[in-house]
């Protein structure tokens, strides 16, 4: 399993990106999962439904399961947010995961970058950010650009710069050292 990331501003188009460049890869014959950190309390289940009332009443996970897909839902009760790599052993293997925010972890990361949101490039001051995906010319970039709407470039870039999730571990143990 190789691991890269996402990392850009809200409204750059991290989202875009990723749902646009899943359908190249998978052509490819590559199974891909996907991370996505979230800044807020998010819900993956509906207010009333069992699995919502198995949390309400103490249930610390929670697995819904059926015969098209299955969750579970681990709550953490006021303890911290587990780091990135924790999450990753948990997936399944697959061969590149895409891990979409946690744009201040030490793993390889594609930034995506819009001029028009107003918001400096992450690059200059991250030395994980291996290229920028943007909508106009970046002639000041420090690493290769491809363009937002060239999915098989940013494939290719994913690909190529992805790194073995064991790396991560090493690369996390680095930044706390830091």
Known sequence: MRIIGLAGWSGSGKTTLV???IPVLVKRGLTVATVKHAHHEFDTDQPGKDSWLH???GAREVAIVSSRRWAIVHELAGDP??????????LSQTDLVIVEGFKRH?????EVFRAAIGKPLLHPDDDCIVAVATDAPLPQAQ???????????IANVLQA?????DRIGHLEARQSEA
């Open 55 to 57: 949390r309400q009443a």
């Open 161 to 165: 710069e992805a790194l073995p999730l």
């Open 19 to 21: 749902t646009g460049v």
């Open 106 to 110: 030490t793993h390889p990361k594609l």
């Open 81 to 90: 947010e587990p780091p990135l790599s924790k999450i990753l052993a948990k």
């Open 143 to 153: 690493v290769p650009v491809v363009m937002l709407d060239d999915f098989e470039g």
